[in-house]
């Protein structure tokens, strides 16, 4: 008798149970996506920052050796660096939107004064501060809300400072 009701009562608790995990799956699964959507979009934008550094690392490298290509000037030169640089991530940086600065000063102390800087590549012994900055536009929207605001982007900015060779 009492393997009777134990049958019955399990068999009523199995039947209860149907449907939940489709309940559970409907209730856990947006959460899932929108993080796994989330990581996605900032690992992009990590992968962008880690590329602008690059671009602008090369950049510099070349601007601080005083080099020119033919028929070109030393801004150009270093200029078509760094779009050349960004330019192989054309779907995911978007070369037209970056914005370029450089800034020479006599010596690292003076670097922040505002009387001390002159826009330029400088010259020999200088130091130069390479700016570059992306207005990264998220594909998320709820991450774009969280991390970019209201318009959905976030500036990437890569910033280094270097000292003119002797040429």
Do not use: C
């Not at 005083?66 to 200029?79: D, M, R």
Request: glycine share 10%.
């Amino acid at each position: 008798m009492i393997n009777f009701f134990r049958k019955r009562f399990l068999r009523r608790d199995q039947q209860s149970q149907k449907g939940t995990t489709a309940i559970e799956m409907a209730l856990i699964a947006p959460v899932f996506i929108i993080m796994f959507m989330g990581l996605a979009d900032v690992s992009l934008m990590m992968l962008a920052q880690h590329m602008l550094e690059n671009a602008t690392f090369n950049a510099s490298r070349l601007g601080k050796t005083g080099y020119a290509a033919l028929g070109s000037t030393q801004e150009q030169t270093v200029i078509d660096k760094l779009n050349g640089e960004l330019g192989g991530l054309y779907p995911l940086i978007d070369t037209s939107k970056v914005s370029f600065s450089y800034v020479a000063y006599g010596s690292l102390s003076d670097i922040g004064r505002d009387d001390a800087g002159t826009t330029g590549l400088g010259v020999a012994q200088q130091v130069v501060v390479y700016t570059v900055s992306y207005p990264w536009k998220f594909f998320t929207p709820v991450i774009g809300e969280i991390m970019g605001g209201e318009d959905q982007t976030l500036t990437l900015t890569a910033r280094l400072v270097v000292r003119n060779e002797p040429y």
